[in-house]
T-cell receptor
Framework: DAKTTQPPSMDCAEGRAANLPCNHSTISGNEYVYWYRQIHSQGPQYIIHGLKNNETNEMASLIITEDRKSSTLILPHATLRDTAVYYC?????????????FGQGTTLQVKP | DTAVSQTPKYLVTQMGNDKSIKCEQN?????MYWYKQDSKKFLKIMFSYNNKELIINETVPNRFSPKSPDKAHLNLHINSLELGDSAVYFCASWKAGELFFGEGSRLTVL
């Protein structure tokens, strides 16, 4: 499984876009990039995932570089409720029963 | 309806005791996991079952024994509890590229 590197912490002003980077330079061709977040001590929550193309859903956008060695999660209008630890992970295709390994994540603090 | 439910949510016990944590998912998924989150907040995978079969067994002491009576349930039994077992244990189920986590079971060993 490819390893990911994220900054330990970031701040963002409420209402502004939060851009969370992730480095996954050893990602394999069939591995997807996944983003989860953990608010306080709740169970981690799925946000978004992608393979090559940029993805968008109601929560966030995922921008993957052309060489797939890094990605950015974008929360377009951060709110105080988006304060959480954000985890970037990689794993095999959806049908694969492999393991999702969590790194240290980025603690995002959204400030008023 | 809660998709992945764990019981109990809190468990306080003495060293040396045996305890179990139960997990149930009503999503119809085939694959379930146990993760451990320690005081430093690292989430570590422990076990995974696919359709009642053990497919992932990380380096976990054999005091920890998962059991999957059917694909909707994955229980975790811990023998001879130690102080270092204190953590939050998360159950999760997986399908179609998404892991669904329970709310966690906080185990405190005194």
């Amino acid at each position: 499984d490819a390893k990911t590197t994220q900054p330990p912490s970031m701040d963002c002003a409420e209402g502004r876009a939060a851009n969370l980077p992730c480095n996954h330079s050893t990602i394999s061709g069939n591995e997807y990039v996944y983003w989860y977040r953990q608010i306080h001590s709740q169970g981690p929550q799925y946000i978004i995932h992608g393979l090559k193309n940029n993805e968008t859903n109601e929560m966030a956008s995922l921008i993957i570089t052309e060489d797939r060695k890094s990605s950015t999660l974008i929360l377009p209008h951060a709110t105080l409720r988006d304060t959480a630890v954000y985890y970037c992970n990689v794993r095999g295709p959806a049908g694969n029963t492999g393991k999702l390994i969590f790194g240290q994540g980025t603690t995002l603090q959204v400030k008023p | 309806d809660t998709a992945v439910s764990q019981t109990p949510k809190y468990l306080v016990t003495q060293m040396g005791n045996d305890k179990s944590i139960k997990c149930e998912q009503n999503l119809g998924h085939d694959t379930m996991y146990w993760y451990k989150q320690d005081s430093k907040k690292f989430l570590k995978i422990m076990f995974s079952y696919n359709n009642k079969e053990l497919i992932i067994n990380e380096t976990v002491p054999n005091r920890f024994s998962p059991k999957s009576p059917d694909k909707a349930h994955l229980n975790l039994h811990i023998n001879s509890l130690e102080l270092g077992d204190s953590a939050v244990y998360f159950c999760a189920s997986w399908k179609a590229g998404e892991l669904f986590f329970g709310e966690g079971s906080r185990l405190t060993v005194l």
